[in-house]
């Protein structure tokens, strides 16, 4: 990400190309766990994320962007009121495309790399007529590492000369098994909702 805001000094006498904008948001997320049994297949599990991002710009409608965030994603199982919970480090990297300004509309599509910090499942169990509180660290289950795509949308308002009001919508997909077991090939999915700020650190 370092050597991505590296570029800032290049074109700083003209408008594009130019390192255009940071942007910070936060937001929720509704995922799932496909292709493994044990989970339910609609998505039913809720996590937070947030993230911090930057944007290049080729021209007023067409920029790339790279971000670090925290997302977390996981599944509801079969067995009622049990969940599991995956936090991850995430890196998506994004073709950004603008329609209109004030407001502005934009899509977006891109890959992402993921690290697993850690893993949970929580919830109760009905045994024999006694609920118990299940709390277990499973993060040893999982792959330390995850990819796939990202598709989203959004829009943004213009607020102050140099801030933007940012709202998007934004799924993802993932291609590599995450869980370490011969039975299934369980893959992540999500999508989510985040709201935030853009800080124009070159032109509009």
Sequence with gaps: MF??????????????PQLR???????????????ASEYQRQPGCFGI?????????????????????FSQKGAAEYIPDINTKLNYL????????NFKKDPGFFVLGGVYGSCLISASRRGELLNSGQNSRISENITSDFMSFDYGILL???MTV?????????????????????????????RNYNIGISLGYIYYIGFR
Excluded at 53 to 67: C, I, P, Q, T
Excluded at 90 to 97: C, D, G, K, M
Excluded at 160 to 174: L, Q
Aim: proline content about 2%; charged content about 20%.
């Design 152 to 154: 989203g949308m959004g």
């Design 90 to 97: 995430s890196l998506p990297v994004f073709y950004l495309y």
């Design 3 to 16: 050597l991505f805001f590296a570029v800032a000094n290049t074109g700083m006498g003209q408008k594009h």
């Design 21 to 35: 904008f940071v942007a910070f948001d936060a937001g929720l997320n509704m995922s799932g766990i496909r292709s």
């Design 49 to 69: 994320s947030a993230g911090i991002s930057g944007n290049y710009s080729f021209s007023d409608s067409r920029s790339v962007g790279v971000s670090l965030e």
């Design 158 to 186: 213009r607020l102050y000369d140099d801030f933007d009001f940012t709202v998007k919508i934004r799924g993802s997909a993932g291609f590599s098994k995450i869980k370490n077991t011969d039975e299934s090939s369980p």
